[in-house]
Nanobody
Framework: QVQLVESGGGLVQAGGSLRLSCAAS????????MGWYRQAPGKQREVVAEIIAGGSTHYADSVKGRFTISSDNAKNTVYLQMNSLKPEDTAVYYC???????????WGQGTQVTVSS
């Protein structure tokens, strides 16, 4: 089993910044990818950013140049630095871990990010 605990969400004005953290614990062998997804009211969950084993990253077009995903392997933690936030970034942000060992996917409980105009 894997547990993911997110933190760092909140309310911020447009143009501001927030940093999300996701700490993983449990059976962390054979991790293939960790990332952040978001879901706004009435919309489907979408990928925001992912970091793949080996360090490569990819981002949704809507956040490129504004968001940065990083990881601290010693702490089993992944971060999402969000700058130049826009009202359309408002959503619940979820941490996701994919474990290659058995193809399992784990989700955090979600953290609310609200950007006011």
């Amino acid at each position: 089993q894997v547990q993911l605990v997110e933190s760092g969400g909140g309310l911020v004005q447009a143009g501001g910044s927030l940093r999300l953290s996701c700490a993983a614990s449990g059976s962390l062998f054979s991790i293939c990818a960790m990332g952040w997804y978001r879901q706004a009211p009435g919309k489907q969950r979408e990928v925001v950013a992912e970091i793949i084993a080996g360090g490569s990253t990819h981002y949704a077009d809507s956040v490129k140049g504004r968001f940065t995903i990083s990881s601290d392997n010693a702490k089993n933690t992944v971060y999402l630095q969000m700058n130049s936030l826009k009202p359309e970034d408002t959503a619940v942000y979820y941490c996701r871990l994919y474990r290659a060992y058995d193809g399992s996917t784990y989700w955090g409980q979600g953290t609310q990010v609200t950007v006011s105009s």
